[in-house]
């Protein structure tokens, strides 16, 4: 039963002992026992929405009863969310402090009690580990208020495709110059807020970046497409993106190398469900219709392969 509220590998094994250490530690969350039921709560922005975009299909495939609150507004950093809060605090009734829907983030925690409430960073932001603090900790410390029994999970973003014109925010006035450093920062980051507040991370991020580097089914530019004067409807080939990438929005060209497509969903909703369940994702049968089922396989190889090392 899936209950929908909308309410607003080859590049892991440079790790260092200290964050495989942390990886291990925070999987035992997830580890202790395999749950059928799980009441979860998500702050985020699209990239949780598309992260759990396919979590209620594999839930259901998987014979697991799913609630999900959601907290979720696009472009939004853990500093944004935690200044609506602020606002609610201050005046109950001050419209600014329910941005979600009408909403407040204390009325939607109020809903029933959560599980597991998942917090992320603004992905422009995420690979600049001085835009988290104070407001990850000060938004945990509400959340636990509210909710004392819940677990706290971090999702880690993903970089964006390699082919993006901008790429994350690694210091004030200072991005990143390719993918590999935007995931690499943005990594570093997730982690150490990880041992901060001794919460276990969702590797969505680490899932994307084996992808990106696989010889096989890593995204590779079109070279021979005319970007310049491009004509309506070709596209230059997008084979095995996870990224949005290249799409006609009418006679507009619009390229979105941030956000997750189809294939990037199905593989952020295979950590999800894997690790939030504590269950195995190496035959699950779902995929979309438009992912094949040779990219879906290897996808789900990639997710079982990175739930099984976050678990040992």
Same mark, same amino acid.
């Given at each position: 039963?899936?209950?929908?509220?909308?309410? %607003?590998?080859?590049?892991?094994?440079?790790?260092?002992?200290?964050?495989?250490?942390?990886?291990?530690?925070?999987?035992?969350?997830?580890?202790?026992?395999?749950?059928?039921?799980?009441?979860?709560?998500?702050?985020?922005?699209?990239?949780?929405?598309?992260?759990?975009?396919?979590?209620? %299909?594999?839930? !259901?495939?998987?014979?697991?009863?799913?609630?999900?609150?959601?907290? @979720?507004?696009?472009?939004?950093?853990? @500093?944004?969310?935690?200044?609506?809060? +602020?606002?609610? +605090?201050?005046?109950?009734?001050?419209? !600014?402090?329910?941005?979600?829907?009408?909403?407040?983030?204390?009325?939607?925690?109020?809903?029933?009690?959560?599980?597991? &409430?998942?917090? %992320?960073?603004?992905?422009?932001?995420?690979?600049?580990?001085?835009?988290?603090?104070?407001?990850?900790?000060?938004?945990?410390?509400?959340?636990?208020?509210?909710?004392?029994?819940? /677990?706290?999970?971090?999702?880690?973003?993903?970089?964006y495709r390699t082919d993006a014109k901008k790429f994350g925010?690694?210091?004030?006035?200072?991005?990143?110059?390719?993918?590999?450093?935007?995931? %690499?920062?943005? /990594?570093?980051?997730?982690?150490?807020?990880?041992? /901060?507040?001794?919460?276990?991370?969702?590797?969505?991020?680490?899932?994307?970046?084996?992808?990106?580097?696989?010889?096989?089914?890593?995204?590779?530019?079109?070279?021979?497409?005319?970007?310049?004067?491009?004509?309506?409807?070709?596209?230059?080939?997008?084979?095995?993106?996870?990224?949005?990438?290249?799409?006609?929005?009418? !006679? @507009?060209? &619009?390229?979105?190398?941030?956000?997750?497509?189809?294939?990037?969903?199905?593989?952020?909703?295979?950590?999800?469900?894997?690790?939030?369940?504590?269950?195995?994702?190496?035959?699950? !049968?779902?995929?979309?219709?438009?992912?094949?089922? +040779?990219?879906?396989?290897?996808? /789900?190889?990639?997710?079982?392969?990175?739930?099984?090392?976050?678990?040992?």
């Amino acid at each position: 039963m899936i209950i929908n509220m909308k309410l %607003q590998f080859s590049t892991l094994t440079k790790l260092s002992m200290s964050s495989l250490l942390l990886v291990c530690l925070a999987a035992n969350v997830f580890a202790q026992s395999r749950q059928d039921t799980l009441r979860l709560f998500i702050i985020g922005n699209s990239f949780s929405q598309n992260a759990s975009a396919f979590l209620p %299909q594999l839930a !259901k495939e998987g014979g697991k009863t799913l609630i999900i609150g959601r907290a @979720e507004l696009g472009g939004h950093s853990l @500093e944004q969310h935690w200044s609506y809060v +602020e606002k609610a +605090e201050a005046n109950a009734d001050d419209p !600014k402090g329910k941005p979600y829907g009408g909403k407040s983030l204390k009325m939607l925690l109020g809903q029933g009690k959560w599980d597991m &409430v998942t917090i %992320q960073q603004y992905s422009y932001l995420s690979a600049d580990s001085s835009t988290y603090y104070p407001y990850a900790s000060k938004l945990i410390a509400y959340v636990k208020a509210l909710q004392p029994h819940v /677990r706290i999970v971090i999702h880690q973003t993903w970089a964006y495709r390699t082919d993006a014109k901008k790429f994350g925010r690694i210091a004030e006035g200072k991005t990143a110059m390719n993918q590999r450093e935007m995931w %690499q920062k943005s /990594r570093a980051a997730y982690h150490l807020l990880a041992k /901060r507040i001794n919460a276990p991370i969702l590797p969505v991020g680490d899932a994307f970046q084996i992808v990106a580097n696989d010889r096989k089914y890593g995204f590779k530019p079109d070279l021979s497409f005319n970007y310049e004067h491009p004509t309506a409807p070709s596209l230059p080939d997008q084979t095995h993106s996870i990224n949005v990438g290249y799409y006609w929005n009418k !006679k @507009e060209l &619009v390229f979105d190398p941030n956000h997750a497509n189809d294939a990037g969903k199905y593989l952020g909703g295979l950590i999800w469900y894997g690790m939030l369940f504590n269950d195995s994702v190496k035959y699950i !049968k779902f995929k979309p219709e438009n992912v094949s089922e +040779e990219f879906a396989q290897y996808l /789900r190889k990639v997710a079982a392969e990175i739930i099984a090392k976050t678990n040992r």
